[in-house]
Nanobody, 122 residues
Framework: QAQLAESGGGLVQAGDSLRLSCATS????????MAWLRQAPGKDREFLAVISWSGGYTLYADSVKGRFTISRDNGLNTVYLQMNSLKPEDTAVYFCAADPFVQTTSNEYDFWGQGTQVTVSA
């Protein structure tokens, strides 16, 4: 079973920054698009950002554009999500996901991590 493992979540105040990491044990994912999504209590899973296998293409949801940055280091088998200017409404469980192709809807991703909690206090 493929392994994706998120880390870096925590409790922060509004306006703070966090960097999430998603490490994979599978070299296969260096040729996959990787994405970050989140799910807040009582809400559907929300697409946030995706990066192509090479890192040369990125796409963001309007809700995080200009505040969040996705990046990857294929040598370390890791994808990152730099989150700046955090807001209370960013509170959610954050997941990384992998797919051979760039996707913008959650149900198209085949491989998922377990998630990491991010809580932003006002």
């Amino acid at each position: 079973q493929a392994q994706l493992a998120e880390s870096g979540g925590g409790l922060v105040q509004a306006g703070d920054s966090l960097r999430l990491s998603c490490a994979t044990s599978e070299r296969t994912f260096t040729s996959y698009a990787m994405a970050w999504l989140r799910q807040a209590p009582g809400k559907d899973r929300e697409f946030l950002a995706v990066i192509s296998w090479s890192g040369g293409y990125t796409l963001y949801a309007d809700s995080v554009k200009g505040r969040f940055t996705i990046s990857r280091d294929n040598g370390l088998n890791t994808v990152y999500l730099q989150m700046n200017s955090l807001k209370p409404e960013d509170t959610a469980v954050y997941f990384c996901a992998a797919d051979p192709f760039v996707q913008t809807t959650s149900n198209e991703y085949d491989f998922w991590g377990q998630g990491t909690q991010v809580t932003v206090s006002a």
